[in-house]
């Protein structure tokens, strides 16, 4: 079983500057194709960027291009989204989540582990 933990999340002025990070557990994180996801109040989650078991392939949400960047450190079992220029309609808590073929993926199905989620909140 993978256990996924969150952090780095917060506060932050419209503008500003967020780096997550999730560190994984309990399973072969090298193997795993890794995604963050975003769910606003009110609203269904959404994708925000998926990277690769090796990191050599990632993908971003459309909404994020730009300014949001997916990285991984496999020997530290972790993995990161830096985000710049961060606007308020960002706002949500962003969530972890791990799949088993080791490829990039945007649809939340096709993962099977999950982290508890960490707040992010843009203020303008």
């Known amino acids: 079983q993978v256990q996924l933990v969150e952090s780095g999340g917060g506060w932050v002025q419209a503008g500003g500057s967020l780096r997550l990070s999730c560190q994984a557990s309990?399973?072969?994180?090298?193997?795993?194709?890794m995604g963050w996801f975003r769910q606003a109040p009110g609203k269904e989650r959404e994708f925000v960027a998926t990277?690769?078991?090796?990191?050599?392939?990632?993908y971003n949400a459309d909404s994020v291009k730009g300014r949001f960047t997916i990285s991984r450190h496999n020997g530290k079992n972790m993995v990161y989204l830096q985000m710049n220029s961060l606007k308020p309609e960002d706002t949500a808590v962003y969530y972890c989540a791990a799949e088993r073929t080791g490829y990039t993926r945007a649809r939340a199905h096709l993962y099977n582990y999950w982290g508890q989620g960490t707040q992010v909140t843009v203020s303008s």
């Open positions: 309990g399973g072969t994180f090298s193997t795993y194709g």
């Open positions: 990277i690769s078991w090796s990191g050599g392939s990632t």
